[in-house]
T-cell receptor, first 119, second 113 residues
Framework: DTEVTQTPKHLVMGMTNKKSLKCEQH?????MYWYKQKAKKPPELMFV???????INESVPSRFSPECPNSSLLNLHLHALQPEDSALYLC??????????????????FGPGTRLTVL | SQQGEEDPQALSIQEGENATMNCSYKTSINNLQWYRQNSGRGLVHLIL?????REKHSGRLRVTLDTSKKSSSLLITASRAADTASYFCATDPLWGGAQKLVFGQGTRLTINP
């Protein structure tokens, strides 16, 4: 199973709402990622979890709160978002490379994304 | 900040022709990867080339890497309508642990039947 699933596929929320995006993988990967992608732009890394611990936060505003409850699940909690936060949010996973990587561990598997619209 | 630049930004060719996309980057890397994205969907990994490799093949794909020029190219031979997508290069500056992929701006490829 090389699938990463994301729910919901689409989400519309107001600026005062609280919502969560969910991501799940069953490939035994110990690294999981959140990306944000605006239309016609490349994905931009937001957060990286390694062995369920936050290892990289790319200076993301605190209205985005990631959570990794276990090795298969990754959540992104949303609160008080702005219209400019509307984007495609992508989750990905990969094997954790330890000290040295190799081709089989460096591939990231992406989910289909959640299309978020903030009104 | 995004360190990769790709050209062309858009490419339109006839089915059966070859498509070449180029990627430049700024910092030292562990590896460079190419991904494909169909409209509004997730990314699919195509091929990875390591910093000590110069060329790699996978089916109809050929990737080259020139670390002295900090550039890479992706060649798709005998293109098909199903190859229509956006193609992104991604560089990984880290040598262990989790990755920190930095994506180029992408090339939108259209294959005309």
């Amino acid at each position: 199973d090389t699938e990463v699933t994301q729910t919901p596929k689409h989400l519309v929320m107001g600026m005062t709402n609280k919502k969560s995006l969910k991501c799940e993988q069953h490939m035994g990967h110990r690294a999981m990622y959140w990306y944000k992608q605006k239309a016609k732009k490349p994905p931009e890394l937001m957060f990286v979890y390694s062995y369920e611990k936050l290892s990289i936060n790319e200076s993301v505003p605190s209205r985005f709160s990631p959570e990794c409850p276990n090795s298969s699940l990754l959540n992104l909690h949303l609160h008080a978002l702005q219209p400019e936060d509307s984007a495609l949010y992508l989750c990905a996973s990969s094997q954790e490379r330890g000290r040295v990587g190799n081709s089989s561990t460096d591939t990231q598997y992406f989910g289909p994304g959640t299309r978020l619209t903030v009104l | 900040s995004q360190q990769g630049e790709e050209d062309p930004q858009a490419l339109s060719i006839q089915e059966g022709e070859n498509a070449t996309m180029n990627c430049s980057y700024k910092t030292s890397i562990n590896n460079l990867q190419w991904y494909r994205q169909n409209s509004g969907r997730g990314l699919v990994h195509l091929i990875l080339i390591r910093s000590n490799e110069r060329e790699k093949h996978s089916g109809r794909l050929r990737v080259t890497l020139d670390t002295s020029k900090k550039s890479s190219s992706l060649l798709i031979t005998a293109s098909r309508a199903a190859d229509t997508a956006s193609y992104f290069c991604a560089t990984d500056p880290l040598w262990g642990g989790a990755q920190k992929l930095v994506f180029g701006q992408g090339t939108r490829l259209t294959i005309n039947p």
